[in-house]
């Protein structure tokens, strides 16, 4: 409430100011960067007039798709910003819509932040641009440090544990192969699940505690005990995960106030094999073997998945057989929570929730099912949101509908699993004195944040 044409051009300008890849530009000579001011806030905003009422689905979603088109690298438009005015007294609303290569979960989360602090500077008085703390590390000095560690002996040495992973074999049967010409992003198929917060938020926090895993784990097991029971599955499958790629490789990189596109995408493999036993449905002796394949397989991943990129991509030799490998029939990718607890000003809306991925045309999908997962706060707590997308024609909505509904029905027989087990599963444990600072990830960190109210 309260905001103005003038003050909205305001904040957003010492957003853009403040993160350099907000500015960057694609040209003939490549990507660069475009000097502070050069990019004016005024021509990325749209203001849309919804005089004494919230603005509807179908005018949001008709607006960030108008300005979803209007974004385009080659002319260094990379931001737009919509700006649904309720009128005087009345709290608006803001879609802010960014090209996905310049943007990841966290970078939504330190440009919602950024976005509240600039306009409560603002609002006191003074000058938004000096409430943002500065960025300790650029991402073009990123990028510099990772190549450099794509040369070394540490990424090397990874290479037979990535080729035993992409081995042959755990591929997902479907009715023909992905094509990159015909299954694209925007022609998939769409499923939107949500796990209520009675379910999810015991299942993020206590369970996950007493299991003795984190939440990325019980979600993957839950997954995995969904997979044994679908179809197209067989005894092994490859599942292609996403991490925030913030990763400590050894240089001196402070990455918490960096805005970019820092994702890992790595492989892993699961073993299903008796996972399918009918008293994992109950929370029994099944679903505790479940987690403890699922554990013991992430952590044996080198340094979170870091080092598949180096290889595929950075590496001429290692990254041809990795790249001619069978690729994953399926792509999870868990983001977290994203907001804090709402009621504020500056939070993210639960009526539109976070629109993570709005693909324009001709995008060829990655996998033939895709899973996009995070946490929405809500009255009631803490709600898992899950996105499907699958290609059509290789996968039909009937089986993703199975499986996604199995995911979540087995997500809650961990919950049981917990309550039943919890103080002999806390016994095998490993003690305490083997936790390091190094293996407490950026997403439990996120979690935490986000559980106390400090995004």
Not at 99 to 117: E, P
Not at 338 to 358: K, N, Y
Not at 388 to 399: I, M, T
Request: hydrophobic share 45%; proline share 6%; aromatic share 6%.
């Amino acid at each position: 409430a309260g905001l103005t044409g003038q003050s909205a051009a305001e904040v957003l300008q010492a957003v853009l100011d403040r993160h350099d890849m907000l500015r960057v530009v694609r040209d003939g000579s490549g990507w660069r960067t475009r000097p502070v001011g050069s990019v004016r806030a005024a021509e990325c905003l749209r203001r849309v007039a919804a005089e004494g009422r919230e603005a509807t689905a179908e005018e949001v979603t008709r607006e960030v798709r108008a300005a979803r088109d209007r974004l385009s690298v080659g002319d260094g438009v990379i931001v737009q910003a919509v700006w649904f005015d309720a009128g005087a007294g009345l709290p608006g609303a803001l879609a802010l819509v960014v090209n996905h290569v310049v943007v990841d979960g966290i970078s939504w989360r330190v440009l919602t932040g950024d976005l509240a602090r600039a306009w409560e500077a603002l609002s006191a008085g003074r000058a938004p641009a000096g409430a943002l703390d500065p960025v300790a590390t650029s991402f073009r000095r990123w990028s510099e440090l990772l190549a450099a560690e794509a040369a070394g002996e540490r990424t090397a040495a990874e290479a037979p544990y990535w080729s035993g992973v992409v081995r042959p074999g755990a591929g997902i049967e479907g009715r023909r192969p992905l094509d990159p010409a015909h299954d694209h992003e925007d022609r998939a198929g769409h499923l939107a699940l949500s796990l209520p917060a009675a379910t999810a938020g015991p299942l993020l926090t206590s369970v996950a505690d007493r299991l003795g895993a984190d939440a990325n784990e019980v979600l993957l097991t839950g997954l995995a005990l969904a997979l044994a029971r679908w179809r197209p599955c067989g005894p092994e499958v490859l599942v292609e995960l996403e991490g925030h790629g913030r990763e400590d490789i050894g240089a001196e990189a402070d990455l918490s106030r960096t805005v970019g596109w820092f994702t890992t995408l790595f492989p892993t493999r699961f073993a299903l094999d008796g996972l399918d036993a009918a008293d994992a449905e109950d929370g029994g002796p099944t679903a505790a073997e479940a987690l403890r394949r699922v554990r013991e397989q992430l952590r044996a991943i080198p340094r979170k998945g870091i080092g598949y990129g180096l290889l595929r991509h950075l590496d001429p030799v290692v990254g041809k057989e990795l790249a001619a490998a069978e690729p994953a029939g399926l792509g999870f990718n868990y983001l977290g929570r994203l907001g804090g607890p709402g009621g504020g000003d500056w939070q993210l809306l639960p009526a539109h929730g976070a629109r993570l991925d709005a693909p324009g045309p001709g995008m060829p999908m990655a996998h033939a099912v895709e899973v996009s997962a995070f946490v929405l706060e809500s009255a009631d707590g803490p709600v898992l949101h899950a996105d499907w997308a699958w290609a059509d024609g290789v996968h039909d909505e009937a089986e993703v509908r199975a499986l996604a509904e199995d995911w979540f029905r087995m997500l809650g027989a961990l919950v049981v699993h917990a309550d039943r087990t919890a103080p002999a599963a806390l016994s095998t444990v490993p003690p305490a004195s083997g936790l390091t600072l190094d293996a407490i990830g950026q997403d439990e960190l996120d979690d935490l944040a986000a559980s106390l109210g400090l995004l």
